[in-house]
Nanobody
């Protein structure tokens, strides 16, 4: 069973960087892995995704060129490197594992960017 735990969130100044990590208790090597975020008062939105084979990374336009998604099959983790952070990136960040119509979510990690 896939149980996801995010880590790496925190408080950072605008222009700074953070690296989020998503770890799973079950194997996620066959899953597409996604990152989403939800800011207060807003709907959850897509941030980035990576295919099960590590190919075809996709990004929301708002983070393209600043965020990088990657996965480590050996460690069974998926990371999100976030650079040049802006106040608009402040949100609760979730990772998700997707396969065959099923989606598993983590509990989220808070990212707060101060201007």
């Amino acid at each position: 069973q896939v149980q996801l735990v995010e880590s790496g969130g925190g408080l950072v100044q605008a222009g700074g960087s953070l690296r989020l990590s998503c770890a799973s208790s079950g194997r996620i090597s066959s899953y597409e892995m996604d990152w989403f975020r939800q800011a207060p008062g807003k709907e959850r939105e897509f941030v980035a995704s990576i295919a099960w084979n590590g190919r075809n990374p996709r990004y929301a336009d708002s983070v393209k060129g600043r965020f990088t998604i990657s996965r480590d099959v050996a460690k069974n983790t998926v990371d999100l490197q976030m650079n040049s952070l802006k106040s608009g990136d402040t949100a609760l960040y979730y990772c998700a594992a997707v396969r065959a119509g099923n989606t598993y979510w983590g509990q989220g990690t808070q990212v707060t960017v101060s201007s």
